[in-house]
């Protein structure tokens, strides 16, 4: 059934209600030909202009960063453009730009930015970038310990839409189980489903340590949620979750989404070595291209991939290359421009070396994500497509193009030392033609396209961005899926004449398999379900007008939700009262189980300690099991420290004739109550023997309502 209430998150973010850019360095001077504009600090190295002006009729301006004590020649260092272009720069309207500062520098290094004339050695418009600036950096926050084998290292919140589960662990055997976020502390029905890994919103299989990293859909940011966690969808349950501290996160950086940098909706993909899961993934982007390069590399080892140093052939000599790897120390990605100058290592300016080794401001590729993941170096960067200098080839987007690729050995320089696999005869790539995927798919899903992952951030040209707010809508909560029948177990139910005294228990267990929940209802359940007097859902009969006492023992601390379960009698075959909607709880009567506070709203009464029917973890699954009966002689009932709850009820003539026991926070947990006129004791025929315990004094009350 669809909520009707919604979720509305605002993007109202970042030092003003505006949208979140970074840190802010401060407003450009307009000095020259029109140069207006904001700087930010989007991490160390990445800088972001915001509502950027230039009129473009300078002969030589380009954009600097210097460390002299104001814009000069002298300290400069000039910086590509944000499409990696080296020449002069273009005309801006108003436009919101990425730059990024050299490899190995970062913005302490530096005291200005300025757009510079070089040919004139006039400052156009700068800003002073201030000693101890603190630029934003990933935040590292709680790791998830929750039911279901739910666990992880601290998450760290790579930029305000990305995230990194380290050592992500989950059994896998819950129906409905999804990443989730919402407002507030605690997640709820009205949050919001995260694609995972794969950006699939389907049920979450088994992770073993896994190291995953997620994306919020759309303009959704950290911003704007308070927890992320593991929620199964269709019981209600929380798995998991941890807290997204808001003093903590701003202090984050803005994603490169958020800065215009718009992710391609599909990629192509060509394997290049089997054996090492070599790939290289590739989207055009305007005037650049965006390549992500996958492999199994030993520590130490390098990728490299780019364009043949001859038109027709695949040739070594002469090659422009991307060099890259992942440092498993410190999980820092390197991009680099190389030139293959010789079939040797670079010494000096000769041989397989870097751009930078051979003519200073040539390197022509910009870093834009890497990560390390169950033993994958991924490496994402952009590079334009023309040739930017004369150490670049261009990339053809008419045409098949030779192509080289090599993996090998990094020397005490972390430069190529040699390779130990490489290109052999002609490998010809066509870059420019209808995103095509000829790679193995993920997790063996086959027959369905990948879209690009959250490191694939393929830039387009950039525009001004605009401030808005954006409501979200909650995912609908869906009806567990309908199960193929199996032949479920005969579990006896609960006949009107007994227990004599009318005092039953409540207790949680396991739902049996294949043969127990699933196969009696119709209906998936994500794990546990209510035992009545030891037996598996087991159907009930009483009588009208007779007095029933639920010992109650399904949890009694809310702030583990997974381990608190009130029981409650109503007309609702589904439950899970707690999170429904006011117009659904419109059409639900509840009979016992609940009180009505002052202010008229109902909580549950049927509220006590937890005990569990545990299985044997050494012995035989569920399924196993020919018969109920055997399955539960396995089981033994574990209880925690404390006191059970009652709950009192007396149908009467107003009771329908089928109600249900259920979990007032939970879905699917419960079963079926005949209610009769009355019951011939004379026919009893006792099948087995249910101990009457005398109920402590002060567990003796009406502590339910029927309404």
């Not at 950006?199 to 995953?212: A, F, N, S, V």
Request: glycine content about 10%; aromatic content about 10%.
């Amino acid at each position: 059934m669809i909520l009707a209430a919604t979720l509305t998150l605002l993007l109202a973010v970042g030092s003003s209600q505006g949208r979140h850019y970074g840190k802010e360095i401060g407003a450009l001077s307009s000095l020259q030909h029109g140069v207006r504009g904001r700087l930010y600090a989007v991490d160390s190295r990445t800088l972001f202009l915001q509502d950027f002006h230039y009129d473009g009729v300078g002969p030589a301006a380009y954009f600097y960063v210097g460390t002299s004590k104001s814009p000069s020649a002298s300290g400069a260092t000039r910086l590509r453009d944000e499409r990696g272009g080296a020449g002069p720069l273009r005309k801006y309207r108003g436009e919101g730009i990425t730059l990024s500062l050299p490899e190995g520098k970062t913005l302490k290094d530096f005291n200005w930015f300025s757009v510079w004339c070089d040919d004139y050695s006039v400052n156009f418009g700068s800003v002073d970038i201030p000693r101890g600036l603190e630029y934003p950096k990933p935040v590292k926050v709680g790791a998830l310990r929750g039911v279901h084998g739910v666990s992880s290292d601290p998450i760290v919140v790579v930029d305000a839409q990305t995230l990194l589960i380290p050592n992500f662990s989950y059994d896998g055997e819950a129906p409905d189980a999804k990443f989730w976020v919402g407002r507030g502390d605690k997640p709820s029905p009205e949050g919001i489903r995260i694609p995972d890994e794969n950006g699939k919103e389907t049920p979450l299989r088994k992770y073993d340590k896994k190291t995953i990293v997620l994306t919020l859909p759309g303009e959704l940011t950290v911003f704007d949620i308070g927890h992320f966690g593991v929620w199964c969808e269709a019981f209600t349950v929380d798995f998991g979750h941890v807290v997204l501290p808001r003093a903590a996160l701003a202090a984050a950086p803005p994603s490169l989404r958020m800065l215009g940098v718009s992710p391609q909706s599909k990629l192509n993909c060509e394997v290049l070595h089997d054996d090492l899961a070599f790939e290289v993934r590739w989207a055009i982007a305007g005037d650049s291209i965006v390549l992500q390069l996958v492999a199994k590399l030993e520590d130490g080892e390098y990728m490299s991939f780019g364009i043949s140093g001859d038109a027709e052939h695949t040739q070594m000599v002469g090659g422009d290359v991307t060099v890259a790897w992942v440092n498993k120390s410190t999980l820092k990605g390197y991009a680099v421009d190389y030139y293959l100058d010789a079939k040797s290592q670079c010494a000096g300016s000769h041989g397989s070396c870097p751009d930078e080794n051979i003519a200073p401001n040539t390197n022509s590729v910009r870093l834009l994500n890497a990560a390390l993941v169950n033993g994958y170096s991924i490496v994402t960067y952009q590079r334009p497509l023309r040739a930017a200098d004369r150490l670049d080839r261009r990339v053809r987007t008419d045409a098949p193009q030779p192509v080289l690729w090599a993996v090998g050995p990094r020397n005490e320089r972390d430069e190529v030392s040699y390779h130990t696999h490489f290109t052999e005869g002609d490998r010809l790539i066509e870059f420019g033609r209808a995103p095509l995927w000829n790679c193995p798919m993920p997790e063996g899903e086959d027959g369905v396209q990948p879209t690009a992952p959250s490191a694939d951030n393929a830039p387009s040209v950039p525009t001004a961005l605009e401030e808005e707010a954006v409501a979200i809508k909650p995912n609908p909560v869906p009806t567990p899926r309908p199960v193929a029948r199996e032949a479920a177990w005969e579990i006896p139910g609960i006949a009107c004449y007994e227990p004599a005294d009318g005092v039953l228990y409540a207790q949680m267990g396991p739902t049996g398999g294949k043969q127990g929940y699933s196969a009696i209802t119709g209906h998936v359940g994500w794990g546990i379900s209510w035992y009545i007097n030891g037996l598996l859902i087991p159907e009930i009969t009483v009588v009208r007008g007779k007095k029933y006492t639920f010992v109650v023992e399904g949890g009694s601390d809310p702030a583990e939700p997974a381990r608190f379960h009130p029981f409650y009698i109503t007309d609702d075959p589904v439950g899970g009262y707690y999170h429904k909607s006011d117009a659904e709880k419109q059409n639900v009567r509840i009979f016992a189980g609940v009180r009505r506070t002052r202010s008229g709203e109902l909580i549950p009464s049927g509220v006590g300690r937890l005990c569990n029917w545990t299985p044997d973890s050494e012995g035989p699954s569920a399924d196993e099991f020919p018969s109920f009966g055997a399955y539960q002689r396995s089981l033994t009932l574990v209880c925690e420290e404390g006191n059970p709850g009652v709950v009192t009820w007396i149908p009467d003539k107003n009771t329908p004739d089928t109600v249900y026991y259920q979990c007032f926070t939970h879905r699917h947990l419960g079963w079926k109550i005949h209610v009769v006129d009355e019951c011939d004791e004379t026919e009893a025929q006792e099948s087995r023997v249910v101990e009457s315990v005398a109920l402590p004094s002060d567990l003796v009350g009406e502590e339910s309502i029927q309404r």
